[in-house]
């Protein structure tokens, strides 16, 4: 599964951006699209992820800000982001995980990244 990110930016504090992350190849059954964010000498952190059957989760620092919202039918996920600030600033990543069964009825589990997509917020 490849996964393509796109819609990021240099925006100023207070403004919006919207993510979108398009997952194309041996696509069987993605159960969880999600985006997560490294700044500079940080670890990667869980942004917002969507689950089948679960829901949506949020990073306490985005939440009433960011919405993840998800197009089954194009295997893309999406992040609208509202009210940036500055502590915004990072790489964003999108992941997806999929799980399905192999002919002999063995369990798959896999998960993805996308290449990262940079978003800067000005004060």
């Known amino acids: 599964v490849q996964l393509q990110a796109s819609g990021g930016g240099l925006v100023q504090a207070g403004g919006s951006l919207r993510l979108s992350c398009a997952a194309s190849?041996?696509?069987?059954?993605?159960?969880?699209m999600g985006w997560y964010r490294q700044a500079p000498g940080k670890e990667r952190d869980l942004v917002a992820s969507?689950?089948?059957?679960?829901?949506?989760k949020y990073a306490d620092s985005v939440k009433g800000r960011f919405t993840i919202s998800k197009d089954n039918a194009k295997n893309t996920v999406y992040l609208q982001m509202n009210s940036l600030k500055p502590e915004d600033t990072a790489v964003y990543y999108c992941?997806?995980?999929?799980?399905?069964?192999?002919?002999?009825?063995?369990?798959?589990?896999?998960?993805?990244w996308g290449q990262g997509t940079q978003v800067t917020v000005s004060s």
């Open positions: 969507i689950t089948d059957g679960i829901g949506t």
């Open positions: 992941r997806a995980q999929q799980s399905y069964y192999l002919d002999d009825g063995s369990p798959v589990a896999e998960g993805f």
């Open positions: 190849g041996r696509i069987f059954n993605i159960n969880m």
